[in-house]
């Protein structure tokens, strides 16, 4: 079993099901819609299902389903959550 890297970004969910955004990196127009569909420090983030062979990912926060690329999802730093399926 591989260990987990000590940043973890949503890309990780599907190993740790449950998480809480740190940040969103960079400074861009994507980064700042990521802001705004609610990737805010502190929010809920989990991990729904993923598309076969590595494809895109959905999940869940605020109450509502995303999809995004595994790229996308690479943007958005996590903590993984202890008692929640997660790591912590």
């Keep these: 079993m591989n260990p987990l890297p000590d940043v973890l970004t949503i890309a990780d969910l599907p190993r740790v099901l449950v998480g809480k955004v740190l940040s969103v990196e960079g400074n861009?127009?994507?980064?700042?819609?990521?802001?705004?569909?609610?990737?805010?420090?502190?929010?809920?983030?989990?991990?729904e299902r993923q598309a076969?062979?590595?494809?895109?990912?959905?999940?869940?926060?605020?109450?509502?389903?995303?999809?995004?690329?595994?790229?996308?999802?690479?943007?958005?730093?996590?903590e993984g959550m202890a008692g929640l399926g997660g790591i912590g």
Aim: proline share 4%; aromatic share 8%; hydrophobic share 35%.
């Design 52 to 78: 076969p062979m590595g494809g895109p990912i959905i999940v869940s926060l605020r109450g509502y389903r995303l999809c995004l690329r595994i790229s996308e999802a690479k943007q958005i730093r996590i």
């Design 28 to 47: 861009g127009k994507f980064s700042e819609r990521l802001r705004e569909l609610g990737f805010c420090c502190g929010t809920e983030v989990r991990f």
